[in-house]
Nanobody
């Protein structure tokens, strides 16, 4: 059974940085990060294609995080990362990794809390 386990959340001040990790049973298709803040709908943050082929390594970001967040893979460790820089208070949310954009395939981790204070 495939599983995704996130780690690395925490509390930082605005302008700070965090790195989230998502250890996967295996890397396949497209892995992504999405977030959900209290009272808000889920929001796709970033994605990366993992499979061999023309799309491998292709990344995508929602506009609000472009230039601040970076998604990457460590194939040897079956781990997906999200580097969060220049954090803003509006980035506060629970962050999840998932297969496909915004849990498109019904596989996601348990989430990790990111809190950014002013």
């Amino acid at each position: 059974e495939d599983q995704l386990v996130e780690t690395g959340g925490g509390s930082v001040q605005a302008g700070g940085s965090l790195r989230l990790s998502c250890e996967a049973t295996r890397l396949n298709y497209c892995l992504a990060w999405f977030r959900q803040a209290p009272g808000n709908e889920r929001e796709g943050v970033a994605s990366i294609y993992t499979d061999n082929g023309t799309k491998k390594g292709t990344t995508s970001y929602t506009d609000s995080v472009k230039g601040r967040f970076t998604v990457s893979l460590d194939n040897a460790k079956n781990t997906l990362y999200l580097q969060l820089n220049s954090l803003k208070t509006e980035d506060t949310a629970i962050y999840y990794c998932s297969k496909g954009w915004i849990d498109a395939f019904g596989l996601r981790g348990q989430g990790t809390q990111v809190t950014v204070s002013s």
